[in-house]
């Protein structure tokens, strides 16, 4: 879910930003980007920025939906295990 909230807040991040925030070594990003990307979550664009690869990740409207329903559940179960006053 890391991923995913860092990237519902920012229009795209690029892969050197996602491991430095997260402290995620290349191998256990990628295979996270990947299992989100399979599912139709994340959005990955590679291109070339001062001749160096540039790989860029970012969510997709399905991302976007799937993550806002997950926070929507997280707010209820918090409200339901709320005590009454």
């Known amino acids: ?4 909230s860092l990237l519902a807040a920012t229009p795209e991040l690029s892969f050197t930003d996602l491991k430095q925030s997260l402290n995620m070594t290349d ?10 990307k399979q599912a139709g ?3 990955v664009t590679k291109s070339v920025q001062n001749r ?9 409207a399905a991302g976007r939906t799937a993550f806002g329903n997950y926070i929507t559940l997280l ?4 409200q339901q295990t709320k005590p009454e006053k």
């Open 52 to 60: 160096r690869p540039l790989t860029t990740c970012s969510l997709t």
């Open 75 to 78: 707010e209820q179960i918090v």
């Open 27 to 36: 191998g256990n990003l990628t295979t996270h980007i990947k299992t989100l």
């Open 1 to 4: 879910m890391a991923i995913m």
């Open 41 to 43: 979550y994340v959005g």
